[in-house]
């Protein structure tokens, strides 16, 4: 992938407007993008009603702008053509803002798309902001006004308008620019490690699996206890599973406050479900019913060791919360010095653990970050810099 970034690529003026709904043709153009440095991806789908994405078109463009889109609702088609291009380890994937867009192909795959490139992520390392849009990228770089009147329109039905298939070609066609400029400039700060580094997450299959066990931790609950959690824990794992063995929205199953409501009063009978808010007379005589109360007996029957641990937040100290100023403060300095969207280089997590421990655990002191930012965080935490204010601005002072 890094080889790739440093080469120069040509193309050719013109989008070709296609859609691809047979076989034969979807076999011949991924042939043909296989011979590419680098393609350009976009997808459109649904998610509105199912659990899963809903795949409903995917656009792609190699150099040349030649951009199809591939219908994968056309009866009879086979992906498989274009799954092995996503996993061709000589052709570079180019997204924007790519995270539902590889978990889409996950799911279809149960691989990772392989290798990678996000612009919005390698928008953030060239200084354009925090997570700045494809339609102000576009317009930045490309200088191009991108039409979004399409972008929420029903992808699933059929035939597309010419209106839906243009804006849809114009992502991946747009991409090109996009990419080779940032590309550039990259090459030109060396920067081309950090976006790597950045994209490693993307690079885990563990970004794209979802643990049911693990959703408990999305939903809020007022004055969480070890007992309340452990019941949560179990609630939403049963309603994850239902959700996803159904293909539908979770809070379609049940809400997350009535699971929260649920989680606080440890409902043991019908009855007790009775009380509950916003449940359905449905889901209590109904088996789902019967399935909650038996996940809550399982919760309660478990042994305490294994309940969830409230993480209570440290109230910090009127001097840590200065620090944190401070710190503030310097990470703006480092934004503007380096050219970097500040959001990338630290969180205010990030700042608070900083201020609290030299060794903390968080990205701000591990590679790139601590060259730019991690080791003067804490060089001004120990009084060896300052912050000051020369010719009206802010700056960094050695003491």
Partial sequence: MRI?????????PGISMTIITDNEELAAFCKKLAKEEFITIDTEFLREKTYYPKLCLVQLSGSDKDARAVDPLAEGIDMSPLFDLLQNKSV??????????????????????????????????CGYGDAISYEKLVKSIAGANIDKSSQFTNWSLRPLSDKQLEYALGDVTHLCDVYQDLRGQLKKTKRCRWVFMEEEILNNPAT?????????????????KPRSLAILRELAALRERQAQKCNIPKNWVIRDDTLADMAGQAPRDIKDLKKIRNI?????????????????????????????????????????????D????????EST????????????????????????????LKGWRREVFGEDALAVKHGKIGIGIKDKKIVKIKL
């Fill in 280 to 324: 359905s007379k449905d889901i209590i005589n109904g088996k789902l019913g019967n399935q909650m109360l038996k996940a809550i007996e399982s919760a309660l029957a478990s042994p305490r060791e294994v309940w969830p641990v409230p993480v209570k937040k440290k109230q910090l100290s009127p001097h840590e919360i200065v620090i944190i």
């Fill in 4 to 12: 790739l970034l440093e080469l120069g690529v040509k193309h050719a």
């Fill in 92 to 125: 570079l994937k180019v997204f924007h803002a790519c995270r539902q867009d590889l978990e889409i192909f996950y799911n279809l795959m149960g691989c990772v798309v392989t290798p990678i490139f996000d612009t919005q992520v390698a928008a953030m390392v």
């Fill in 326 to 333: 401070i710190l503030k403060m310097l990470l703006k300095i």
């Fill in 337 to 364: 010095e380096h050219g970097v969207a500040p959001k990338i280089i630290a969180s205010v997590d990030d700042l608070e653990a900083i201020a609290l421990d030299d060794n903390a655990d968080v990205p701000a």
């Fill in 208 to 224: 794209y699996e979802n643990d049911p066990y693990e959703a408990w931790k999305r939903i809020k609950i007022r004055s969480p």
